[in-house]
Nanobody, 116 residues
Framework: QVYLVESGGGLVQAGGSLRLSCAAT????????MKWYRQAPGKQRELVAG???????AYADSVKGRFAVSRDNAQNTVYLQMNNLKPEDTARYYC??????????WGQGTQVTVSS
């Protein structure tokens, strides 16, 4: 069984920062890509950022220059540093880990609310 435990969400004013963490535990091995998605009420889930096993990163246009994704392979953890947050960043954020070139695991989500 694989568990993804997310933390770091909360309420912040516009212009503020938050750092999300997602730690994978259990019978997980050979982690490939690690990604962050978000879903706002009434909207589809969207990909925010991702990092490959080789360290390459990619971002949604809406967060480029403000968010930074990173990973700690020794801790099976992925991070999302979010700076200059905007009200439109308000959503539930989910981590997603692809591993063993086959399996796909999701976290339970952490709420981020940005007030104007």
């Amino acid at each position: 069984q694989v568990y993804l435990v997310e933390s770091g969400g909360g309420l912040v004013q516009a212009g503020g920062s938050l750092r999300l963490s997602c730690a994978a535990t259990g019978s997980i091995f050979s982690i490939n890509a690690m990604k962050w998605y978000r879903q706002a009420p009434g909207k589809q889930r969207e990909l925010v950022a991702g990092v490959t096993s080789g360290g390459s990163t990619a971002y949604a246009d809406s967060v480029k220059g403000r968010f930074a994704v990173s990973r700690d392979n020794a801790q099976n953890t992925v991070y999302l540093q979010m700076n200059n947050l905007k009200p439109e960043d308000t959503a539930r954020y989910y981590c997603n880990i692809l591993w063993a070139n086959h399996y796909d695991s999701w976290g339970q989500g952490t709420q981020v609310t940005v007030s104007s």
